[in-house]
């Protein structure tokens, strides 16, 4: 059970989850990589490679972004995490960032702006943000 589902309001029920895209561990893999090609003279490489990847690994199991029917979370972090919460009704507009290599991959930022202004973008790694961004959108339709 997740954080979202253990803060649930009363009457409040999850709509979508959207997680992190797995293209966040490119950078770990091509060290690990690089430290592999280049032999025992590049063992520090490997060692700093297997250390990113297991703290990437920790951050892609642990963070959570979460449309419910009355709000949005978005939780990061195991040891100190970090959470956002806007309810639906506060929500102004929905800004996308999306480079070339997240529009061929699928994953992407999001910033909602709310009455008490812009939030700085989640992610930019999330998966499907298209798919998260219209669940946010039907939700506040619904309202």
Known sequence: ???????????????????????IFLGPIMLLSFGLLFGKGAIWLDIIAVILFILTFIDYKNSEF?????????????????????????IEGIALQQDLFGKIFNYGGLAPTGTGGKIAYW?????????????????????
């Open 66 to 90: 979460v449309v419910t029917n009355k709000r949005i979370v978005v939780k990061t972090g195991i040891v100190s995490h970090n959470s956002f919460e806007l309810m639906l009704n506060k």
């Open 1 to 23: 059970m997740g954080y979202t589902e253990q803060n649930l309001m009363s009457g409040e029920s999850v709509v979508y989850t959207a997680k992190l895209h797995e293209v």
């Open 123 to 143: 992610h930019k790694c999330i998966k499907k943000p298209l798919v998260l961004r219209k669940s946010i959108q039907e939700q506040i339709d619904t309202k």
